[in-house]
């Protein structure tokens, strides 16, 4: 069964920086390629970024240049890094593999103009 605790979200000013941790009980984790969604008041979860199991990253085209996916395999985490933040980027973020069955809680990011 797959288990998913996000944590470091919160309440930043637009500019400033999060850094977001999920621990993943995930079978085969190692070899899981692994993603960040995130889902705004009244609109569809989307993802924002993925990692392979070799760690190649992707990101949607509003991230790029300002997040950064990371992994640790030996511990079972994912991190998302996020720089200069925006108002825009204000959403329940969730960490999850590429064919998600079930969420965790998610972590709240609040950006403040």
Partial sequence: QVQLVESGGGLV???????????????????????WYRQAPGKQRELVAHITRISNTNYTD??????????????NMVY???????????AVYY???LRPTSWGQG???TVSS
């Fill in 107 to 109: 972590t709240q990011v």
């Fill in 62 to 75: 509003s991230v790029k240049g300002r997040f950064t996916i990371s992994r640790d395999n030996a511990k």
């Fill in 13 to 35: 000013q637009a500019g400033g920086s999060l850094r977001l941790s999920c621990a993943a009980s995930i079978s085969f984790f190692s070899s899981t390629a692994m993603g």
């Fill in 80 to 90: 998302l890094q996020m720089n200069n933040l925006k108002p825009e980027d204000t």
């Fill in 95 to 97: 960490c999850n593999n």
